[in-house]
């Protein structure tokens, strides 16, 4: 049998280390070393496979380990004992990417930046380039000159991206820094010239259905400083007011 943080839980550059226990047919603990322990484990994706580092204790224990893993992912854990799988092998096994390497963070651009829709996609991955899904890093941007925007927070997607949008107010050129666990990701700070995002024809005809001329206008220049799902939820309200 197996047992140990490692037959349950991994994180890509650790030892990773758990306990093999040999027994006999009847289900007795050997109190003696000196039996053929080996095994691997197998990544479900690409079917790579890592063998086990095993070391007899020599009282029937072994520690087994798999050091060398570099990628994360869903994984099968097949310790063996004479090359048979041993109780309840193989056994499913996460294998989570280590800590954030800010080298290989990555920061990508839209083609268009737009005021108020999604700026660049900031990617951190760990030392061997797995992901960072599930990490709790902070990531922020921040769009210069400081003193008229504060910094936006990045939204996580959970899989090791993370998702800059940018305030419906920002228009024109910035220098954009981010900033990954209150360090600077290489490449910035970046210049991006942020585009307007004027209301489409369809939402200004729906102020102009709803709203008087005199307060059609007023509206609409609220309107262009809120991003595009607060239009939606403004424009719905008011719509809502309107059948009321």
Request: proline share 7%; hydrophobic share 35%.
């Amino acid at each position: 049998m197996a047992y140990g943080r490692g037959a349950e839980t991994a994180v890509v550059g650790d030892d990773n280390n758990f306990a093999i226990e040999t027994r006999d047919a009847f289900n007795n603990k050997l109190a003696m070393g000196g039996a053929d322990v080996g095994g691997n484990l197998t990544h479900l994706e690409s079917g790579d496979v890592v063998p086990l580092v095993i070391t007899d204790n020599g009282d029937g224990t072994y520690q087994a380990s798999y050091p060398d893993l570099s990628k994360a992912g869903d994984y099968e854990l097949t310790p063996t004992v004479s090359n048979v799988p041993i109780k309840n092998a193989p056994m499913k096994l996460q294998v989570k990417p280590g800590g954030t390497n800010l080298d290989n963070t990555t920061v990508d651009f839209p083609d268009l930046n737009v005021s108020g829709q999604l700026g660049p996609t900031v990617s951190l991955r760990d030392d061997n380039h797995n992901l960072r899904f599930g990490g709790e890093d902070n990531v922020v941007a921040e769009l210069l000159p400081k003193s008229k925007l504060p910094p936006v927070k990045a939204k996580s997607k959970g899989d090791g991206t993370f998702e800059v949008f940018y305030p419906p107010n920002a228009r024109g050129l910035y220098d954009v820094t981010v900033k990954v666990n209150g360090r600077d990701a290489p490449g910035g700070p970046f210049e991006v010239d942020v585009q307007d995002n004027p209301l489409s024809p369809e939402q200004a005809q729906a102020v102009d259905r709803i709203l008087p001329k005199n307060v059609a206008g007023t509206f609409k220049r609220l309107l262009a400083d809120a991003d595009s799902d607060e239009r939606a939820q403004l424009l719905a309200a008011l719509s809502a007011l309107k059948k009321n």
